[in-house]
């Protein structure tokens, strides 16, 4: 995007010194910035370059504003003189992004942004699509790096939010060397669970490291672990622990895992919001269990619960709840041992079909492929419908079709508009 600065050189000031624009010299006895008041006057002056007390020109200023055009934060930039007071004013960038940390080894929130606010006066927490602060941001995070002995390539990219399907931050990626979890260190973990709980960490870390969610990940992992060997009340604590550990292969990130065990309970009843009970039966059904094999398998506790949970998000959806959010309040009864759960379901805005796409198919399959698909634009959406159109299609062609190939579907909502675009897609089977 090319920014053009527009310069106003006031009347006053020509008048004044009856020179050449770029040739007149004057020290201003009070220099001001209006049109962004989230930055402070002593920000904008350190990032133009200007000096207070300093003689300066025209083209001095054309300079000053150049400089602050070329950050990407700001659209337009004016200037006047008049009476001894430099004004500038200046109109921001109607698209400035957020900073997101993909795999760096750094701390997000107000200590690095303050950081960076340090090295770059003009970062207030926003940024350009392109621009030179962007590039500025991406060369002091490998300077940060470098100062905990870390040699890293980082790279800046638009980060794209899947369900607004729009840029909504500028994503700063480690791409060399690789960033990997590092060694998990295990407190508090009984001795007859020391194996188990050290395959968990085994697996946990072969998951990507992730700035924002490592933790987040860890915690859930060794969580839904103990859930399901009936600790539910089970308390992890998730921190990283110290300096990572970096050489030409890999930064390797460690972490202190800390767990409260505390009593183990069987599974109770599943209250919804209508105060109707989900019963076992129900559960399994929703996961295919069948009643005959119950006896021979064992149920885990935490995932009956998860099973639960995906029935009741699964119903919600049916009906175009798309964002529907289902919250297990548990209620510990410690003299039986015993754990019941109440659900609390966010039902959130009703979502409707929008456009429907077929991809990678032939004209003839594309229109009959169109003319089985039964939910009109318009209509209350429901992923369940998905299903059924792919997997009850019966013995026509289009079922045996559907039967011999990979069927995929992608769906696109617009959390705006709480529209579901749907793209259906056939491969050959392997």
Sequence with gaps: MLRTPILLLSASLLLCFGLPADAQSFTPKSIQFKGVPEYSDQDLMAAAGIEKGKAITAADINGELQRLLDSGLFAHATFAYSGGNLVFTIEPSPELYSLRLDNLPLTPGKELDDALHRHLPLYHGQLPFDGGLTEQVRQTLEEMLAAKGIKATVAALPFTDQKQVK???INFVV??????????????????????????????RKINYNTENAVNNIEHAFTAFYADEGYAAAIVHVEQAGNSVADSEAIEIPFNVTVMQG???????????????????????????????????????GVTLRTALQYVSGECKSKGYMDCAVTPHPEYDDANSIVNYKFEVQTGPIYTMGKLTIENTADDLRAAMLAAWKLPLGAVFSEKALHDYYYNQGNTPLGRTFASAKCTYKLATNIETHIVDVSLRLERMQ
């Design 175 to 204: 791409t060399a060397p690789p960033v990997r979890m590092g060694e998990i260190h295990l407190e508090g973990v009984s001795p007859e669970m020391q194996a188990k709980v050290k395959a968990v960490a085994d697996r946990a």
């Design 263 to 301: 009593q183990h309970y069987t599974l109770g009843a599943i209250h919804l919001p209508s105060g109707e009970l989900l019963t076992v039966a129900e559960i399994n059904n929703a996961a295919g269990v069948k009643s005959n094999a119950l006896e021979k398998m064992s149920i885990k506790q």
């Design 167 to 169: 840029v909504t931050a």
